[in-house]
Nanobody
Framework: EVQLVESGGGLVQPGGSLRLSCVGS????????MYWLRQAPGPQLEWVSS????????YYADSVKGRFTISRDNDKNTAYLQMNNLKAEDAGMYFC????????????????WGQGTRVTVSS
């Protein structure tokens, strides 16, 4: 059974940092692209970042470029999202997703999701 478990969310002041983790099990982690997505209050889902399987090439939404860093540790079956200089608009539920298909994230990819971790940015 594929499982993804996110952790690391919490309350942080504007300008602060958090590191999210996503531990995968039940699949060959190294062969899957890993994605981070977020959902602010409301239905809209926003892709945040991706890290490719194999090459480990990283991709970022313009809204987080230069502030967030995605990484993966295949030995630990874990993907990370280091978030620095957090802004109020970064608040929301953060989800990691894993896909064997890879490429730009879309709902059409074969993918597995975790249950999310909440990030609150407030003074």
């Amino acid at each position: 059974e594929v499982q993804l478990v996110e952790s690391g969310g919490g309350l942080v002041q504007p300008g602060g940092s958090l590191r999210l983790s996503c531990v995968g099990s039940g699949f060959t982690f190294s062969r899957y692209w890993m994605y981070w997505l977020r959902q602010a209050p409301g239905p809209q889902l926003e892709w945040v970042s991706s890290v490719a399987a194999g090459s480990g090439t990283t991709y970022y939404a313009d809204s987080v470029k230069g502030r967030f860093t995605i990484s993966r540790d295949n030995d630990k079956n874990t993907a990370y999202l280091q978030m620095n200089n957090l802004k109020a608009e970064d608040a929301g539920m953060y989800f990691c997703a894993a896909s064997p298909d890879g490429g730009d994230w879309s709902p059409q990819l074969k993918q597995y999701w975790g249950q999310g971790t909440r990030v609150t940015v407030s003074s």
